[in-house]
């Protein structure tokens, strides 16, 4: 797509349900990221894949979060048994290539709301 | 310490003014960025910087490898200007950025 395209939007869920988010990364792009921002706060990095494989799964908070991405293409982030201090905005991007050193796509994120 | 740090964390300008952003960082990396997110959340790549300096309509970013510090000007600022200024950085050879806490700029009348 001409884009990093993130669904949804916006995503109210209850204490202890399970979200899965979305991201359709720009097509050709091998690495695909994704990040947290919470209210106030500044950009955390939660995973990194390079095709389908994820070589940096070191900002994962916990086991309750989890990612997949399929067909060198479109990634889900899961999170289980949600928490309040999971709100936050989850932001996608994209690159050519990983490694550093090659501009980032970033999708407009999903505002994950937990009540 | 942050390993990127930024300055100032709030920046409120007039109109015309000449704005300076300044990014310090304390490990070696590969390239640094300077990102804009506005309200509502959206981020955009303004530049991706590995030496010397980039220029883009009205931006001008620079960097000194050797004193791990970059800036990002803004000519003749304008209030669609006012956003979120992020800088990040691939630290080493790593994918993923780290970034700074940003510098919030407001441009008024």
């Known amino acids: 797509g001409a884009g990093v395209s993130q669904s949804p939007s916006n995503k109210v869920t209850e204490k202890g349900k399970d979200v899965e988010l979305r991201c359709d990364p720009i097509?050709?792009?091998?690495?695909l990221y994704w990040y947290r921002q919470r209210l106030g706060q500044g950009l955390e990095f939660l995973i990194y894949?390079?095709?389908?494989?994820?070589?940096?799964k070191s900002g994962l908070p916990s086991d309750r979060f989890s990612a997949e991405r399929t067909g060198e293409s479109v990634s889900t982030l899961t999170i289980q048994r949600t928490q309040q201090e999971d709100s936050a905005v989850y932001l996608c991007?994209?690159?050519?290539?990983?490694?550093?050193?090659?501009?980032?796509?970033f999708g407009s994120g999903t505002r994950l709301t937990v009540v | 310490k942050n390993e990127v740090e930024q300055s100032p964390q709030n920046l409120t300008a007039q109109e015309g003014e000449f704005i300076t952003i300044n990014c310090s960082y304390s490990?070696?990396?590969?390239?640094l960025h300077w990102l804009q997110q506005h309200p509502g959340g959206g981020i955009v790549s303004l530049f991706m910087?590995?030496?010397g300096k980039k220029k883009h309509g009205r931006l001008i970013a620079t960097i000194n490898i050797q004193e791990k510090h970059s800036s990002l000007h803004i000519t003749a600022s304008h209030p669609r200007d006012s956003a979120v200024y992020i800088c990040?950085?691939?630290?080493?050879?790593?994918?993923?950025?780290?970034f700074g806490t940003g510098t919030r700029l407001q441009v008024t009348l």
């Open positions: 991007a994209s690159s050519l290539q990983g490694g550093g050193g090659y501009g980032y796509t």
């Open positions: 097509s050709g792009h091998t690495a």
């Open positions: 894949f390079q095709g389908n494989s994820a070589p940096d």
């Open positions: 490990v070696g990396i590969s390239a």
């Open positions: 910087l590995s030496s």
């Open positions: 990040a950085v691939n630290t080493g050879t790593a994918s993923k950025l780290t």
